[in-house]
Structure formats: structure tokens, C-alpha cells
């Protein structure tokens, strides 16, 4: 079972705002070893997508997603309890940093930080992009509404909890018709 996290740490060492261009969002400029810390940590769309235990069958290394979250997410927010000190609770916390980005298979085709990798550029949802941490929410790329919490699961129950894949954003019209009949 592999549960995974994200931080700043390992991209601001790298940082290089002096690249930066006029007319393109950082995100668009910069790879993700030149970015600054600010710039790293706001990269990331909140969805807790990563917070998710997955199940790694050891004898083919193939890794199942479940829908069980780690004990420190808030589940509404779908922010960590304890960011600054998560692995104090939580020591199998993978800490993201561009490498990271670039060998974990399991990250999210949605994660803003592969979106940048692989060049797509952030989505719709994306707060940078919205100006509101609700959009995420409200697109359905959180955990919002659909996660269960592993304080209330036993680790040899985890199986039962298994999803085939993470649930598809809806498109931004779609989500201002479910808000406005809200
Ligand atoms: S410790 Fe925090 S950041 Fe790490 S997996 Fe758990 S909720 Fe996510
Ligand atoms: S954007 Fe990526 S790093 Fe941030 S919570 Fe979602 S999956 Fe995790």
C-alpha cells in the first residue's frame, strides 16, 4: 500500500523566476524544476486525488486505486490536516517534487503538476486559471462527496474500495447548470 503527498520541498532549489516571460503564465514559461516556491505549491488544483491510498500488487508491481483517503485529509476541504508536519503522522507521505512528477505513474492524468509536465497546460478547473478553490470542487476532480476516510476502514477491508479510475471533470457548462439549479 503506497500513500502519496505533496510539498515544496526539492523545487525551490531550483527556482528561477528571472526567466519568466511577459506574456505567459509561469506555468507556461517555466518547466517544473525552474519555478519558484510559490509557484510549485500553487500548482496544485487541492483535488486530494494523490491523498488516496493504492493498493500495489507485489508480484507484478501494479498499482489499484481505491477510494480510501488518508486518515490526515479533510474530506470537505479535501485539504491535509497538518500540512507543515504530515509526516510526523503520515511517514509514507511521498513528498512531490519534479522528479517525482515524472516517475509515479499512479499521479493523476488531472494533477496540475502533470498537466504541466506532459504540456497540457492547466485545466479549466484549475485555481490559477478560475481565481476560486471551488472549481475543482465543482468540476468533480476532488474527493468531495465520493471518498471515504481510512479512519473508519480497516487496511484488509481497503480492497473493497477499489476504483477502476478517477471520476471524469465535468465540462465548465455542465457544472454552472448543476450550480444554478442547486
Ligand atoms: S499526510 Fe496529508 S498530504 Fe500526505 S497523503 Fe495524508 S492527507 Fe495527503
Ligand atoms: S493537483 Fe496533484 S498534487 Fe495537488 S492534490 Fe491533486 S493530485 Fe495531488
Redesign the pocket.
Known sequence: MTK???TTHGAGDKANDAISSETLPFWEAKTLDEMSPGEWES?????????LNKIEDEDNGKIFLTKVACRLLDLRS?QCRDYPNRQAHVPDCIQ?DPAEVRRLSW??E?????RVEEKRGLAWWHPLLSGSPET?HAAG??LRGWAKSERRIKAENFTRYLIEDFPAALAPDDQAKSLNTD
Open positions: 502519496a503527498g505533496k500548482l496544485c488544483d487541492g483535488c486530494g486525488r494523490c491523498c479535501c512531490i499521479l493523476p488531472s494533477c496540475g503538476y502533470r475543482v476532480i476532488s
